[in-house]
């Protein structure tokens, strides 16, 4: 009895639907009707108001045959265009309110093209019907010519209204939001940033990786020698701590750069992959490695790339450490930021926090060991951890710590993108990331508020400074000035070489001290983004001295910066 009434309920609910699609069908096919209305008025107001004007005969025109283009677009016919148009499986009926109409069609694939075909020239007087090879998409059209354009997405059909000059068609047509299209969902899931935008593309044994990066100001000097520089620090294969796979990474840019400075184009960067090792990776196709993202994309997508986890794989961020790298100089080059990590834990070997002065520390003493630790009494016992475990086909995690020291004062915003929370998001967005604090972190829970307090004083240059940092260089969402900490965890590398729940993996093991590029990269890349915001929004008009500073330019000779 239950479940007959959950099917009835079903039913009627359907049925419901479809009542109210028909309804919305008829509401819009009346709302046309209207905008015919209303055109026909504009063109007898039009023609009445000419009456006492000396007419102008229009030039003939020949009636055009299918497939055939028309004449071409006169150049200014944008200004005198107007059209209501529906369209139904493939046709288009326009009414056109000009003699030079033919240049350019709306309603074709989200752009305003003449790739629609005249199929019928000779139904009365301005009405023209085209053939379309794609459904219309129910996103308002916006081009620099022609505004005003919303769609209407009702079943298989799409009632729009475009207005430029003559108003054709209802006003209440024309500006009506579409409530459908408005709910559309946009998951790509491959770029980050508003200001500086990154792509990334390709995957672990395809033809390459690399990156698009969109924004980058202009007349930055920029060559691939500066980017293969932390890409040779991410590179496998360099020692036994890490991955074996053998690659060259060598970068190669394919546009945003003319002699040797930016353009202010989109810079494409590409890394060819040249040890592909596909067959590798066939048992794959048969069972799921354990811990690995085999299984949730074939539930998120129904498929995926068999051969070494496709996006999923370290190989990745190969687009975000060329890009990071892009990041590191501009702000270097701008305002003297630093951007530094290093392993702080390896496995059960913790670095005490003490042992490092970040205010001193150099790239050279991170990079003085495999560990890529800048203490080298515990950069050995990192090591000898790794050995004991690397021998019994194992793997280990382990900890980074990164610090950003220089960094200008007020980046960040209250709330949802508040510094500490975009920091997060990139940094758990590399693979094998398991967890991410800043400042005092989780061991802050257990201080008291004046414990943890950060006093603030002036120092000897009248600047607002804080005692201590608990805070991790920011307060509220915004940075406060001082140095940057934070610390991500990393898990203990999924691909081993023990027998593993159903089936044995020989591919290896990665990781290693190789995340440490790609922790720096992710923090550039969310900085220099909050340094365009922040130059946007608080730098336009005059700053007030009493509170803010200014993002200063550098010295030309010491930037390296030609203007």
């Known amino acids: 009895m239950h479940n007959n009434l959950v099917d009835l309920t079903h039913r009627t609910d359907r049925k419901l639907d479809e009542v109210v699609a028909q309804l919305e069908l008829v509401e819009a096919r009346l709302r046309f009707v209207e905008a015919l209305v209303v055109a026909a008025k504009a063109r007898a107001d039009a023609a009445e108001a000419m009456d006492d004007e000396e007419p102008i005969k229009d030039e003939e025109e020949e009636p055009f045959e299918d497939g055939d283009d028309g004449p071409a677009d006169s150049g200014n016919s944008a200004s005198t265009f107007s059209s209501t148009a529906w369209d139904l499986t493939g046709l288009v009926v326009v009414r056109v309110v000009s003699s030079s109409f033919l240049g350019f069609i709306p309603l074709i694939d989200d752009k305003i093209t003449a790739a629609a075909r005249p199929i019928n020239t000779k139904i009365q007087k301005d009405i023209v019907m085209f053939q379309v090879d794609s459904h219309p998409r129910c996103n308002p059209l916006i081009d620099g010519r022609i505004t005003g354009l919303k769609v209407l997405a009702l079943g298989t059909e799409c009632v729009g ?163 990071g790298a892009v990041a590191k100089k501009i702000l270097k080059a701008y305002s003297g930021t630093e951007i530094l990590a290093y392993v702080s834990q390896a496995h059960k070997v913790v670095l005490p926090e003490d042992l490092v002065d970040h205010e001193t520390l150099t790239l050279d003493q991170v990079e003085s060991n495999i560990a890529r630790c800048p203490h080298p009494e515990y950069a050995e016992k990192m090591i000898a951890a790794i050995d004991a475990i690397r021998v019994t086909g194992d793997s280990v995690g382990g900890v980074v710590t990164c610090i950003v020291r220089n960094l200008p004062r007020g980046l960040g915003s209250p709330v949802f993108d508040k510094l500490e929370a975009e920091l997060a998001k990139a940094a758990l967005s590399l693979p094998a990331t398991k967890g991410f604090e800043f400042g005092s972190g989780f061991a802050g829970t257990f201080l008291t508020g004046s414990e943890h307090n950060d006093e603030f004083y002036m120092d000897e240059h009248g600047r607002v400074r804080t005692r201590t940092n608990r805070s991790g260089g920011i307060q509220g969402g915004i940075s406060n000035g001082e140095i940057i900490n934070m610390r991500i965890a990393f ?68 930037s390296g910066i030609s203007l």
């Open 161 to 323: 209204l475009q207005s430029s000059g003559l108003v054709v068609g209802s006003s209440q047509l024309a500006t009506q939001e579409d409530n459908r299209s408005s709910k559309e969902i946009k998951a790509a899931g491959s770029t980050y940033g508003n200001y500086f935008r990154v792509t990334t593309f390709g995957e672990s044994h395809g033809g390459g990786v690399g990156c698009v990066i969109d924004g980058c100001p202009p007349r930055i000097p920029l060559t691939e020698a500066d980017l293969q520089i932390d890409l040779d620090r991410r590179r496998p294969g360099q020692s036994r701590i890490t991955t074996p796979r053998k690659e060259t990474d060598t970068a190669h840019i394919y546009s945003g750069v003319a002699e040797g400075f930016t353009t202010g184009s989109p810079i494409m960067i590409k890394v060819p992959n040249t040890d592909q090792r596909g067959k590798d990776y066939s048992e794959m196709s048969m069972a799921y490695r354990p811990s690995h993202a085999d299984a949730t994309y074939d539930f998120k997508y129904g498929t995926r790339s068999v051969e070494g986890g496709g996006r999923s794989s370290a190989r990745e961020t190969i687009g975000r450490v060329a890009a």
């Open 491 to 558: 898990k203990p590398t999924s691909t081993i070489s023990l027998a593993n729940s159903v089936f044995v993996l020989t591919c290896g093991m990665g990781g290693g001290g190789a995340a440490v590029p790609m922790v720096e990269a992710s923090v550039a890349l969310v900085l220099i983004d909050q340094l365009l915001a922040q130059y946007a929004q608080c730098q336009l008009f005059p700053i007030n001295p009493d509170f803010q500073e200014p993002l200063q330019l550098p010295k030309l000779e010491q």
